[in-house]
């Protein structure tokens, strides 16, 4: 561990807050970070890290999963995609395919990529084939997708998007915590680095100018988050409200312009469901109409089942909902730990590494908290 | 043998067989004991107690950096043998021949089988080939049964571990994982890294009299974090892992900080973790590192009273669970 | 979902850079960077195969560095 990092963390213990400070983040890389370091167990008792709607996988929407579970297995397209969607279960009777792996183990055409590029790639390399690109993810990674459309792609190759935008739903957040009595559930924000980083730092200036809550933009290793956490506690102390930028290395102001302008090409902004939490205005990308020849929603037939039982919901009993908004711990669902563990996973949340509940459990938290 | 390929008349028990078995299997492995016209073969009593073990070999790409499918078969039965406190003395070899396979390179593997076997002082005392279609075989699986004569003077259960003992790593661990996955450029990415592979043999024989040494396992597929669950299972304790000391080399952590990987879950092909009661790590360390292989071992970690549970102790003074493997982080290497 | 690394840049081809990071290599594309192309030598953060931006040098990791440096300042 470097010296700074230590330097930061006293500086942090150096702190006395009479009661709970709760800092949320929204990014799923944030949280793997966090967890990867250990700094819950290292920073103060009353400092508390929570998870907030950063995990892409957890907030894609269970009909698009179904969707490309049916692309791969009925229209036999090869499906590509991030190997995280790959496990995520959709709600279906026992004994179906309930994750694209299982639909690559029935025999579909399924293959984890890493980078955009593969997908072309593949799709060059199976001229006969239809080739489907499921993007899930978040600005960072839906803004490679349009620089993909942008540079041109083969006619084979379409994409499935299921691109999200971090800050509506944060703003949601804040906007039904402050029509509720209840507290917004943090007192201060982690903003996401490396969208920060495409979409430019600005676009969280909100959180502190219309909900005066502190938010510092923070990078993925620890020294920046906890040189993050620091600002935002010393704001809490003062009183002092602004939008820092501690990952002034890469997160430039303004973003970078070339993604924004590609973006802008390609995609539109739309209204866009969240799995569990429900639709959140004008948060998540679709493909313009210039580019429908590319879109796999409209090339390929809607696999929606209107007689499917629980389509789009959350598994039964499964909390994620609540989970995902910061509303409640992982543990305080009431099947986490029995008949939600990582091997067996029941949501979302236990699937992807930066789930809240798969982190929470690889912290050590192995039993449901008594209701 | 005037073909370049291996076609399916290869595994009908006829000429084109037989000239395989003689003139490129036998070639290589030949010994006073390989008869290959003999259903069975008489081996000479034993001067010690038997261990006997088996595994299978696939990997892709068949050759990689620092090794190939045949020497990575030897060491890994070799390992086997060695970190149970034997020395290897007979091997079986079965082959699985994917039609289309270059002669050439069935050549190189099975030379190289030879030559990790002498090494070893391994003699190859039986094998069969079998040829299977085209897009049915990875190019060519090896089945090893291997024969060994127990040596060590450590008594070598995993049960005897308690808390308080201490746990060593004899180098850099992950290396094989990622090395032939940067052979593969899977994900686009690629580097010259070289594989681990190789007998643990040298390194088991320096230390296995040493009587505070209480365990030893090379860590292959699933890599240290398995071998570390191993461990727990079996004597019901804690293992604490000390991440700044786990040894890593920086092809391994700058792809596992690429694909988001834990290096842990990865493959070694020739590592031991040993575990010792406390006053004998630091013996174990100096036997290990006056070795070539072992210059790189250190002390990585404690057992610690309570759950059987494996816990990776972060620079920061972090704790965190490192649970069994449950997803696949990297298709089947080996 | 894959992560942003730093790599170094060691050679482009039109859009397509040869990257390294601790004896890593991949090739990235700077497809994104048109506006503020990168030179050989040059560090850019890649995520999912693409290059999102230059890593530049920072000054101060927090506002509050540069805020109590100037207090110490007027200070003095
Ligand atoms: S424990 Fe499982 S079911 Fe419960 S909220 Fe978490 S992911 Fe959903």
Redesign the pocket.
């Known amino acids: 561990m470097t010296d700074t990092s230590q330097a930061w963390l006293e500086k942090i213990r150096a702190f006395d807050f009479e009661r709970t400070i709760k800092i949320m983040n929204v990014c799923g890389g944030h949280e793997r970070s966090i967890t990867h370091s250990g700094l819950r167990g290292a920073l103060p008792e009353w400092l508390e890290l929570i998870p907030g709607p950063g995990c892409p996988v ?1 907030v894609c929407p269970e009909e698009d999963i179904y969707q490309a579970i049916r692309l791969a297995l009925q229209d036999r397209a090869i499906l590509v995609a991030y190997g995280d969607m790959l496990r995520v279960p959709v709600n279906v009777p026992k004994g179906d395919v309930r994750t694209l792996a299982e639909a690559q183990a029935a025999g579909a055409d399924v293959r984890p990529i890493a980078s955009p590029t593969e997908a072309r790639a593949i799709a060059e390399a199976n001229p006969d084939r239809q080739v489907v690109f499921f993007a899930a993810g978040f600005e960072t990674t839906t803004a490679p997708v349009a620089a993909l459309l942008a540079e041109g792609v083969p006619d084979n190759l379409s994409i499935l998007l299921s691109g999200r935008l971090t800050w509506p739903a944060v703003a949601m957040l804040l906007g039904s915590f402050e029509s509720s009595p209840a507290s917004p559930g943090f007192d201060a924000l982690v903003a996401p680095g490396h969208v920060s980083t495409v979409m430019g730092p600005e676009e969280w200036n909100f959180v502190v100018e219309q909900h005066n809550i502190p938010a510092a933009v923070a990078g993925f290793g620890t020294e920046s988050l906890l040189a993050a956490f620091y600002s935002l506690l010393r704001q809490l102390k003062t009183g002092e409200r602004f939008l820092d930028n501690c990952y002034l290395e890469v997160a430039h102001p303004g973003g970078n312009p070339t993604a924004l302008r590609m973006m802008g090409a390609a995609l539109d902004v739309v209204d866009a469901n969240w799995r569990g939490i429900g639709s959140i205005p004008r948060s998540g990308y679709a493909l313009k109409p210039a580019f429908a020849q590319h879109d796999a929603r409209l090339r390929f037939p809607d696999h929606a089942d209107p007689g499917r039982r629980r389509a789009g919901e ?2 039964p ?7 995902v908004l910061g509303k ?1 711990y ?2 305080q ?5 029995r ?3 990582p091997r067996h ?7 992807s590494d930066e ?4 982190i929470w459990w690889a912290s050590g938290v192995r039993v ?1 908290a008594d209701a | 043998m005037n073909d370049t390929r291996i076609l399916l008349a290869h595994g009908n028990g006829g000429r084109l067989m037989r000239e395989l078995v003689t003139e490129l299997f036998a070639r290589h492995l030949g010994n006073p004991l390989l008869d290959t016209d003999a259903d069975a073969v008489t081996l000479p009593p034993l001067d010690g107690e038997p261990m006997v073990t088996t595994d299978g070999f696939t990997v892709q790409p068949l050759e990689f950096p620092g090794g190939n499918l045949g020497s990575l078969a030897v060491h890994g039965v070799v390992n086997d043998l060695a970190v149970a406190g034997a020395d290897p003395r007979y091997f079986t070899l079965s082959a699985l021949i994917e039609e289309g396979l270059e002669l050439a390179v069935l050549d190189r593997l099975i030379a190289s089988f030879a030559a990790a076997a002498r090494e070893n002082g391994v003699a190859v005392v039986a094998g069969d080939t079998k040829v299977v279609r085209r897009g049915e075989g990875g190019g060519l699986y090896l089945m090893v049964a291997g024969i060994g004569v127990k040596r060590a003077q450590a008594k070598l259960a995993i049960e005897s571990i308690a808390p308080g003992d201490v746990v060593l790593v004899s180098g850099p661990v992950g290396d094989h994982g990622i090395a032939v996955m940067l052979a593969r450029e899977q994900f686009g990415l690629s580097g010259e890294l070289r594989s681990d592979s190789a007998s643990v043999l040298p390194l088991a024989r320096a230390v296995r009299d040493l009587p505070g040494l209480r365990f030893m396992r090379d860590p292959t597929r699933g890599g240290l974090a398995t071998v570390c669950h191993e461990i727990a299972r079996a004597c019901g304790h804690t293992v604490t892992l000390e991440q700044e000391r786990v040894p890593l080399r920086p092809e391994v952590v700058s792809v596992c900080e690429m694909l988001g990987y834990d290096p842990y879950f990865l493959a070694c092909e020739g590592r031991i973790v040993a575990v010792t009661d406390a006053a004998a790590a630091d013996t174990v360390l100096e036997h290990w590192r006056a070795l070539p292989q072992g210059a790189g071992a250190c002390r990585i970690g404690r057992i610690e009273s309570g759950n059987a549970r494996v816990i990776l102790e972060t620079g920061l003074g972090g704790r965190r669970v490192l649970d069994e493997l449950e997803d696949d982080p990297l298709p089947r290497i080996c | 979902m894959c992560l942003a690394i730093p790599m170094q840049i060691e050679s482009i081809d039109g859009f397509t850079a040869r990257c390294q990071a601790k004896g890593v290599w991949r090739d990235v594309s700077l497809f994104m960077m048109q506006d503020e192309p990168p030179a050989v030598g040059d560090f850019v953060m890649v995520h999912v195969g693409y290059a999102i931006q230059k890593v530049t040098e920072a000054d101060a990791r927090t506002a509050w560095e540069l805020f109590d440096q100037i207090l110490e300042e007027t200070r003095a």
């Open positions: 957890c959350m598994p009993g499964c909390d994620c909902a609540n989970v409640i992982p543990n669902c009431r099947i986490y730990g008949a939600c563990t996973p029941i949501g979302p949340c236990m699937v789930g809240a509940c798969r449901a």
